[in-house]
């Protein structure tokens, strides 16, 4: 039984912690739930995620934009470097064309925003030029991870925040799919790549998602040293716990394993993100 306090270390009451049971079951199956964590709103609100790939033709409200990149901004950024930037798409023919880049998924064009964020080197490039300082570490691949972390952090800070008021998101990894022809599309300078999407809008209640199960902490969690003996029992829960979220989703029935060893057997399985290292030199990165 799962023994769960609030913030304070208070114990919840039955009725709160049988809620927060029922959120920690749908993350990791009743097998795998932990025993005890610290709950408060933010944390079931984390908890309570799901991808949505399923919106109304609602429109979003005013300042939404403004919010979500407020929250993206208020992210860490290694040395406030501030290496990140976001390209806001609503304008129809140009989510259409993400969509294509993006290998034809209709939640794209579905989404009333799409949020492409980008890993920005061009800005410092730019700012040193203008006070005749050098900027050669650009140049080398520790820039470029800097400037992918800061977009995830932000991007992450901006899909909880939409999340909080009411709508949901998917992320778009496919858009490295095609990064010359993003890189065009919107119009970015050299050191400027796109990390990923954000699709986003009003769920559609007609065509709800549920909350995907994730990988037993016995998995993920280590304690002082890595422990690689990868407990048979726990990826049995994780199968069997992923299996009932697929049923109910009404999707093949297969598990994670055989979903996820194909996404990793070769070249062949990146759908043009094998290519990825040519792209970034085609549009400017260093990778030193």
Known sequence: MTETADSTGATLAPDEA????ALLEARYGA??????????????????????????KEPLPEGLIETLVAAAQSAPSSSNLQTFSVVAVENPATKARLAEIAGG?????????????????????????RNAQPTDALSFL???????????????????ALESLGLGGVYLGALRN???????????PPN?????GLAIGHPDPARPADVKPRLSQRLVLHRERYD???????????????????????LPEIGWIAAALPRVRGAQSLAGRDRIRDALTALGFGLR
Do not use: C
């Open 31 to 56: 097998a795998e739930a932990p025993a005890s964590i610290l709950l408060n709103d933010t944390i079931a609100g984390l908890l309570n995620h799901r991808t949505v790939r399923a919106f109304t």
């Open 105 to 129: 998924q209709k939640h794209v064009v579905e989404a009333r925003l799409v949020l492409v964020w980008l890993a920005d080197l061009s800005r410092l490039e730019e700012i040193g030029r």
């Open 228 to 250: 690689a003996s990868l407990p048979q029992d726990a990826l049995d829960h994780y199968e069997a716990a992923l299996k009932a979220f697929q049923k109910g989703q009404k």
């Open 142 to 160: 520790e820039a470029l991870f800097v400037g992918m972390i800061d977009a995830a952090l932000g991007a992450q800070n901006a899909l909880v």
């Open 178 to 188: 095609r990064p010359e022809e993003l890189a065009e599309l919107l119009g970015l």
């Open 18 to 21: 049988a809620a927060a049971r």
């Open 192 to 196: 400027v790549v796109g990390v990923f």
